[in-house]
């Protein structure tokens, strides 16, 4: 019998633009290939929170998207920072990003706070950063996805980036070179595009680590020989798909 891992898409109806969907679509699809059962809990305000949670993706949505989720999402920070905190892996997208992080002033002057999980804040200028980008991990190697926002976030001191970028103008604010954030095993990023299916290498590790804590470790040992070729078809249309995006500005 397959191990079950349980996935929340956080907020679907008002928070995913730019194919944000996507993400949860490659890890179920992934995890489905390494053997294992997803069960995917979409997550809306005023639904009740499901029992077990491996694994939490939220994307991105306008200003007013955000404003439409905001009680919900206040009325579970306290279990949203506790769950990050105990290591629960996550990645938030844009939107999302911006609100797990300490508050969001929008162009117009209206703030939003956010629940503090990373060390950031966002505030909104009239200019957008739009376009295919390539950032530089540590961990990820060269992370490709595609950002379009025009809040400029700054990270406080000592918060990990998810990565770095060479151009001017990008990235998390524009002027740091910093691109998304890294807390406990939450990852914040303006990547849409979507990001997962390109990038592989993140996807693995949202699954590796939401699998261990789990089960205890990562086992394998239920793929098929079908299952494996059929992943690494799908890594091979990623790299085909990052080549693609990267050498397109847009």
């Known amino acids: 019998m ?37 069960v995917i809990h979409q997550y809306n305000q005023g639904d009740d929170w499901p ?25 579970r920070a306290e279990l949203l920072r506790s769950l990050a905190a105990d290591g ?22 209206t703030r939003l706070d956010g629940i503090g999980v990373i060390g950031a804040y966002t505030v909104g200028q ?7 980008l390539v950032e530089h991990s540590d961990q990820f190697c060269d992370v490709i996805g595609y950002e379009n926002h025009s809040g400029q976030t ?12 060479d151009q001017d103008g990008r ?3 524009g002027e740091d070179h910093t691109e998304g954030a890294r807390v406990h095993n939450v990852i ?6 979507s990001l997962l299916p390109k990038n592989p290498a993140i996807s693995d590790f949202l699954i590796e680590t939401a699998v261990t804590r789990r089960y205890g470790t990562f086992d394998t040992s239920d793929q098929t020989p079908e299952q494996a070729k059929e992943l690494a078809r799908l890594d091979q249309v990623a790299t085909n798909a990052r080549k693609a995006a990267a050498e397109r500005p847009r």
Do not use: A, W
Not at 7 to 19: A, F, T
Not at 126 to 132: P, S, Y
């Open 171 to 173: 990235g998390n604010n």
């Open 154 to 165: 700054f990270l406080r001191d000592g918060v990990q980036p998810l990565g770095t970028v």
């Open 2 to 38: 397959s191990k079950i891992i349980d996935i929340m898409s956080l907020y679907p109806k008002d928070m995913n633009i730019y194919g944000d969907s996507g993400n949860v679509l490659t890890v179920s699809r992934r995890l489905s290939l390494y053997g294992y059962e997803p």
């Open 51 to 75: 029992e077990h949670v491996d694994l939490i993706l939220g994307g991105g949505g306008q200003d007013t998207g955000q404003k439409k989720i905001i009680d919900d999402f206040y009325m």
């Open 88 to 109: 629960t892996p996550m990645l938030m997208i844009c939107g999302l990003y911006q609100l797990f992080g300490e508050y969001f002033e929008t162009v117009d002057g």
């Open 188 to 193: 914040g990023t303006y990547m849409h595009g």
């Open 126 to 132: 009239n200019v957008r950063m739009i376009g295919n």
